[in-house]
């Protein structure tokens, strides 16, 4: 079992920055992989971008790649989503997960915060 507690949601113009926190009630296991997901009204749930518990591989969706970084930062047992050059677009919750496989489906998380709002408007 693990609690994801996600922070550092908000409201920016376009153009903007936001920094999300997702903090794990433990230690993750060396298999384990941290993801960002994100839901808008409506919509399914999509990927948006996951790391390795050990830090040393990502992934991006195509959406968000060259705008969104994904890291982790291992003494502090945080994942963060810096997300720069903000879009309309990206208005959503954002929820952070856990699975215990390299995999961007949904599905296949065991684990989630309880999201995070992110809201991009001018």
């Known amino acids: 079992q693990v609690q994801l507690l996600e922070s550092g949601g908000g409201s920016v113009q376009p153009g903007g920055s936001l920094r999300l926190s997702c903090t794990p009630s433990?230690?993750?296991?060396?298999?384990?992989?941290f993801g960002w997901f994100r839901q808008a009204p409506g919509k399914e749930r999509e990927f948006v971008a996951l790391?390795?518990?050990?830090?040393?591989?990502?992934l991006y969706a195509d959406s968000v790649k060259g705008r969104f970084t994904i890291s982790r930062d291992n003494p502090q047992n945080i994942v963060y989503l810096q997300m720069d050059a903000l879009k309309v677009e990206d208005t959503a919750v954002y929820y952070c997960?856990?699975?215990?496989?390299?995999?961007?489906?949904?599905?296949?998380?065991?684990?989630w915060g309880q999201g995070t709002q992110v809201t991009v408007a001018s």
């Open positions: 790391i390795r518990s050990t830090g040393r591989s990502s």
């Open positions: 997960a856990v699975a215990s496989q390299y995999t961007t489906s949904h599905p296949s998380y065991d684990y």
């Open positions: 433990r230690r993750p296991y060396s298999r384990e992989v």
